[in-house]
């Protein structure tokens, strides 16, 4: 994808992966748009990087990702690329007793919330030059993290309706990318200064280096062993990651 000059939208644009992308395409010349529920928040993020703008929006909630659209496509018309972005990862037990509130908020936020906003933004985005979806998914798209069970199985919905909609969209001018983030040192959990995790200004690096080529999936390097490993055998790696995690903790603040 061209990296300037374009119109961009992001969900979950105030921390984390998020804010680290629209400050980055705001430095490179692109009129940045982001999104969260907190408007203080997003207040703060844009007089940090003059020009850009935000608008409210809970991902959860259908009624306010439509109006959150209608507003934005309102005032910037020329509006060619949607990133999906927001996410949340809290702990789960699969094993057990499930928390009913937060599995209905995790779909909701990890998955609902990008299929929506997709269905919100597409039929502009058909009409505009260089449009571009992005879809943030995860390594756990691949590799799924057994204490966050749940979490890790909407990453593979998103990888999974992410090629759906590549498809489907073949004909059209708009280009789907997947990126799907290793663990990486934000605060989606805590920013823990593990030295299992990558740090974010590495992974926006690399993120963007592989952006700016033809790519549909700008997955930096360290995922790509995860990327090859769904297959017949699968539960192999998926245990010994697993295991490591339990010899390993990781730590909770």
Do not use: C
Not at 171 to 189: A, F, H, R, Y
Not at 237 to 249: E, G, I, R, T, W
């Amino acid at each position: 994808m061209k990296l300037t000059n374009n119109t961009i939208f992001i969900t979950g644009g105030t921390s984390g992966i998020g804010r680290a992308m629209a400050e980055k395409f705001h430095q490179l010349g692109n009129q940045v748009i982001i999104s969260g529920r907190r408007k203080a928040l997003l207040d703060s993020v844009t007089a940090a990087n003059p020009g850009m703008d935000s608008v409210v929006l809970d991902v959860t909630d259908a009624a306010s990702i439509t109006a959150a659209a209608q507003s934005v496509l309102a005032r910037y018309p020329a509006l060619n690329v949607v990133i999906n972005n927001a996410g949340i990862m809290p702990f789960d037990n699969a094993g057990g007793v499930q928390d009913d509130e937060m599995a209905v908020t995790l779909l909701n936020t990890n998955l609902l919330g990008p299929v929506r906003i997709s269905s919100d933004f597409l039929e502009h985005l058909k009409t505009q030059p260089d449009a571009v979806l992005i879809n943030n998914s995860s390594i756990l798209a691949y590799i799924p993290l057994a204490t966050n069970a749940l979490y890790s199985a909407t990453k593979a919905a998103i990888h999974s309706y992410t090629l759906s909609q590549r498809f489907l969209l073949r004909d059209t001018g708009v280009k789907v990318i997947e990126i799907s983030p290793p663990w990486v040192d934000t605060d989606l959990i805590y920013k823990s200064g593990d030295d299992r995790a990558m740090p974010l200004d590495d992974f926006i690096r690399e993120t963007f280096d592989k952006l700016a080529t033809d790519t549909i999936e700008a997955i930096v390097d360290r995922v790509l062993p995860a990327r090859d490993n769904p297959g017949a055998n699968e539960h192999t790696v998926v245990n010994a990651f697993n295991q490591s995690v339990v010899d390993n903790p990781i730590p909770v603040a």
